[in-house]
Nanobody, 121 residues
């Protein structure tokens, strides 16, 4: 059994910073790309940032220069450093990972439970 466990959301004032973490827990798996998505009320879920196993990153235009995605050396934890937050960043943030379990031929997408980020004064 593999789970993605998120932490780090909360309430922050405009211009502030937050750091989200997502750890893959379990055994017998390998991870390809990891990513963060977000979903604001009444909107579709959108990709925020993605990082491959080789360290290549890409970002939504709306967060470029403000957010940074990274992984730990074991590559089982992904972080999202969010700076210069504004109210438009308010959403539930979801961790996503392409995980291949031992014995499986292909990787499948796994999702975290979501963590609320609210930017408000």
């Amino acid at each position: 059994q593999v789970q993605l466990v998120e932490s780090g959301g909360g309430l922050v004032q405009p211009g502030g910073s937050l750091r989200l973490s997502c750890a893959a827990v379990g055994s017998g798996f390998s991870i390809n790309a990891m990513a963060w998505y977000r979903q604001a009320p009444g909107k579709q879920r959108e990709l925020v940032a993605r990082i491959t196993s080789g360290g290549t990153t890409n970002y939504a235009d709306s967060v470029k220069g403000r957010f940074a995605i990274s992984r730990d050396n074991a590559k089982t934890t992904v972080y999202l450093q969010m700076n210069s937050l504004n109210p438009d960043d308010t959403a539930v943030y979801y961790c996503n990972a392409d995980i291949r379990k031992l014995g499986d031929w292909v990787a499948r997408p796994y999702w975290g439970q979501g963590t609320q980020v609210t930017v408000s004064s």
